[in-house]
């Protein structure tokens, strides 16, 4: 088993965590934190197939900035955005705040359920990790989730079926409103300054 001690970027990487460090004045070094990580953590999912940092990695990232580590675990523990633990290849991030809630995420979690996912864990072939989050920020199209970097909105039980279906197949389904909006229109289109001034 691998314990990522031995963690350090790749030549492209390090390059990209210098440009970012040198963002902040000197200094503030420790704002870069959160860049930092995220850059880590897409670098093991380059390396492993998996988007997760392990503790060394934190520490990794905590010692370039001249940051105590706890610190670093402050910030990935907090932020839902960075995986403590392997996820699956896909992980299904499902808003279950109140405008989710009301426009039906309680039928997301069902298909999603239906589909042999469970809440916090993995399904056994390691595809999918399913994770209740709260507000993911598209509320206007709830009910949505975030499946790895991607959002899928205005969903319906048959509609995140579907998307479960075309992902376990190796498919890429359609990002984004499954109903056809563009951004937060409200559903059937534009009422008001439809045509250009």
Known sequence: ???????????????????????????????????????????????????????????????????????????????????????????????????????????IMKACKDKGLKKGATTADGLFTLTEVECLGACANAPMVQINDDNYEDLTYDSMTGILDMLARGETPKVGSQIGRTASCPEGGPTTLTEMA
């Open 1 to 107: 088993m691998t314990d990522y001690r031995d963690f350090t970027w790749t030549d492209a990487n390090k390059a990209e965590a210098d440009r970012i460090i040198a963002l902040y004045p000197p200094g503030r070094q420790a704002s870069a934190i959160m860049p930092l990580l995220w850059l880590a953590q897409y670098q093991m999912r380059d390396e492993t197939g998996i988007a997760w940092l392990p503790v060394p990695v934190i520490e990794y990232v905590a010692a370039q900035i001249g940051m105590p580590y706890i610190r670093a675990y402050e910030v990935a523990s907090f932020y839902t955005m960075y995986n403590l633990k392997p996820v699956g290849r896909y992980h299904v991030q499902l808003c279950g705040t109140t405008p989710c809630l009301l426009r039906g995420s309680d039928e």
